[in-house]
């Protein structure tokens, strides 16, 4: 059993930043790659940015760039930071291990 809740999201300016936190708890969450994914209304989830749990690194074409992904295994974080924002970065974002979900948290960029 592994419980993810995700912290940071808000309301920001176009071109602003934010950082999300996700904290993982429960049976060895700290061996497992953690993702986040965010949904905007009407769209389908879709991935952002991945880090496994010995540091590889993925990231969506639309992010790149502009978000990094980072994880501290002696805390069981892993962190968003989200620069220069976009409107169509607008969305729920959510924090993913394996078949584990957290409650999303909202971002909101205003132009």
């Known amino acids: 059993q592994v419980q993810l809740v995700e912290s940071g999201g808000g309301l920001v300016q176009a071109g602003g930043s934010l950082r999300l936190s996700c904290a993982a708890s429960?049976?060895?969450?700290?061996?497992?790659?953690i993702g986040w994914f965010r949904q905007a209304p009407g769209k389908e989830r879709e991935a952002v940015a991945c880090?496994?749990?010995?540091?590889?690194?993925y990231y969506a074409v639309s992010v790149r760039g502009r978000f990094t992904i980072s994880r501290d295994n002696a805390k069981n974080m892993v962190y968003l930071h989200m620069n220069s924002l976009k409107s169509e970065d607008a969305a729920v974002y959510y924090c993913?291990?394996?078949?584990?979900w957290g409650q999303g948290t909202q971002v909101t960029v205003s132009s």
């Open positions: 880090i496994s749990s010995s540091g590889s690194i």
């Open positions: 993913n291990i394996d078949t584990y």
């Open positions: 429960g049976n060895n969450a700290d061996y497992y790659a």
